[in-house]
């Protein structure tokens, strides 16, 4: 996570070759789940309805940003999408030894992804 009390943390002096890319999407990934984790423990902690309300609308948008940067990370790194596809597979296989049917998205497409983007 960039440092506040550093405002040149964040400064690259020159354009990131691929790998260094997918390493900083990864990054990317780790500070929206970190941004999901703290908007829902203040969620949490309070009673104030306006409060929850909006946390709670600004929390559902980050893990709408981890889908988008799952769908970057799949588009620029296939051998890593291979990965992750197997592990949902695996996870797949023990709900069907346990007689229990996987969740399924809702069907709403999000507003913008990396997919629509490239559709355009
Ligand atoms: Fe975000």
């Known amino acids: 996570m960039a440092s506040l009390a550093n405002p040149f943390s964040g400064n690259v002096p020159r354009k990131i070759s691929k790998e260094e890319l997918i390493q900083a999407i990864r990054l990317d990934i780790v500070g929206e789940l970190e941004a999901i984790f703290v908007y829902d423990a203040h969620y949490q902690a309070t009673d104030d309805p306006v409060a929850k309300k909006v946390l709670a609308d600004i929390r559902d948008e980050e893990k709408a940003h981890v889908g ?53």
Request: no cysteine; net charge negative; hydrophobic share 30%.
């Open 68 to 120: 988008e940067l799952m769908t970057l990370l799949r588009h620029l790194d296939p051998e890593e999408a291979e990965h992750f596809a197997e592990g949902e597979e695996e996870v797949k296989e023990m709900l069907e030894e346990l007689n229990i049917t996987p969740p399924k998205a809702s069907g709403k497409k999000p507003e913008s992804t990396i997919g629509s983007l490239l559709e355009e």
